[in-house]
Nanobody
Framework: QVQLVESGGGLVQTGGSLRLSCAASGRTFSSYAMAWFRQAPGKEREFVAG?????DYVDSVKGRFTISRDNAKNTVYLQMNSLKPEDTAVYYC????????????????WGQGTQVTVSS
């Protein structure tokens, strides 16, 4: 069983930066692929970034967002730079064993979400 707790969301102006954190419980964190998804009002949940042995990103955030993990701290991060109003959403941390992917249904564990709002 893995429990995930996100933090770091907030309100930021266009062009600003935020860093999201996701703290995981459990002793086998390094065995899990981690990902960030987001969901804007009226839209489906969308893959943003994932990391296992390497990182993967949705095209709309490439060059602006960076996913990283610290296995010693059981934490995954999402550094978000050059934020745009269209990045506004609830951001969710997710985990699944071994392999990352872009499909939300493939992930077994989810955090409660953290709101990111980018004002224009």
């Amino acid at each position: 069983q893995v429990q995930l707790v996100e933090s770091g969301g907030g309100l930021v102006q266009t062009g600003g930066s935020l860093r999201l954190s996701c703290a995981a419980s459990g002793r086998t964190f390094s065995s899990y692929a981690m990902a960030w998804f987001r969901q804007a009002p009226g839209k489906e949940r969308e893959f943003v970034a994932g990391i296992a042995s390497s990182a993967d990103y949705v095209d709309s955030v490439k060059g602006r967002f960076t996913i990283s993990r610290d296995n010693a701290k059981n934490t995954v991060y999402l550094q978000m730079n050059s934020l745009k109003p269209e990045d506004t959403a609830v951001y969710y941390c997710a985990a699944r064993l071994f392999y990352s992917g872009t499909v939300s249904a493939d992930y077994n564990y989810w955090g409660q979400g953290t709101q990111v709002t980018v004002s224009s």
